[in-house]
């Protein structure tokens, strides 16, 4: 298993079209979406100065991704200070400082004055630049009560809080700010507990956790009489509908099942993007879009009751629920296929 990734970026926290460019977004979810969970404990426990750090990863990810890109590690702000950006990405006439955080003590406020400060200094020198900041941070730990003033918030709901308040602010020297957190895809019984330590899990213990729970295919969907054994006694016209439809539509599709909770989850070569929760009458949906299209589904006639749970926290829609006999599959569908292509 590999790192859960979600993202989300200033621009579309404060309501409009991300301006942060498509392809850095894309490859910087992807080289923290190829960590594997069981390298995480060795990783984390390294020094900063130890090149095969988590840090350290993420750059040979993007190096390897992207070869045109030019990367720059510990990058300075300026020869006037002793401050430097985590990383530096320069693409064409496009720059950004990308800050990769692990802990619980970050100092986001100071890591935005770095980045605008970068942006004042290389915008004074090369006037067309576009500067953007990014950041890689936890979204299943709990930031140190006295940073975030809350007993609850991981990093990523933090960042994504601050970023709110940043986006009052005119003119912003930066373009766009990337959030993206990443951490394990969790059952609603373990975000209850939701600790840094969840994230150092050990691989064998790792493997235990999940053996007797949940089922996953090598590739493509469940076998279906192994998914309705498992389901007995469900309606399975629309889950199979659905699924379906999903592996037309997606080569690299991969269904899971956890057998506890009746849960399936879909991915597209990447992490997660949908969990169905198999209801007697009706299924329950988190899904990995915006949870601001509530207002919008319910419009159409869908029933959404937004859920608190780890989905919710990191931004996702959740609790869209779905009668088994719906007239609205096919917009069901549409909202899994916009899911799976992000």
Known sequence: MNLSVCSTTLSEIAGEASRFPGELRALICDAA??????????????????????????????????????????????????????????????????????????????DLLKMQAFASRHRYEQSRVKIFGAFLVPADNIVARHISGNARES????????????????????????????GMSMSDEQVAQREFKVMKMTPLNAEKKNSGNVVIADAGLLPDG??????????????????????????????????????????????????VYVRKNYLVVDIRLSAELVDDLRRVGLEVKPRDNFQAKIGWLTGLIVPHDTDKSDEVAKLAIEALQG
């Open 226 to 275: 192994l998914l309705w054994d498992l389901l007995k006694g469900y309606p399975q016209g629309l889950v199979n509908e659905l699924r379906k439809r999903l592996a037309e539509e997606f080569p690299r599709l991969r269904e899971k099942i956890n057998r506890n909770q009746r849960y399936l989850g879909y991915s597209n070569g990447g992490s997660d993007a949908m969990y």
């Open 33 to 110: 979406s190829a960590v594997s969970l069981a390298d995480m404990e060795a990783m984390l426990s390294r020094h900063e100065s130890d090149p095969d750090n988590f840090d350290g990863r993420i750059e040979q990810n993007l190096r390897s991704a992207n070869q045109a890109i030019e990367l720059k590690a510990n990058c300075p702000i300026s020869e006037r200070t002793r401050f430097n950006n985590d990383l530096v990405l320069e693409a064409n006439d496009t720059l950004v400082c990308l800050e990769i955080e692990k802990g619980q003590l970050s100092r986001f406020e100071f």
């Open 155 to 182: 990093s990523y709901t933090y960042l994504c809080r601050l970023l709110r308040l940043v986006a009052q602010i005119y003119p912003f020297l930066l373009d766009d700010v990337l959030v993206v957190g990443y």
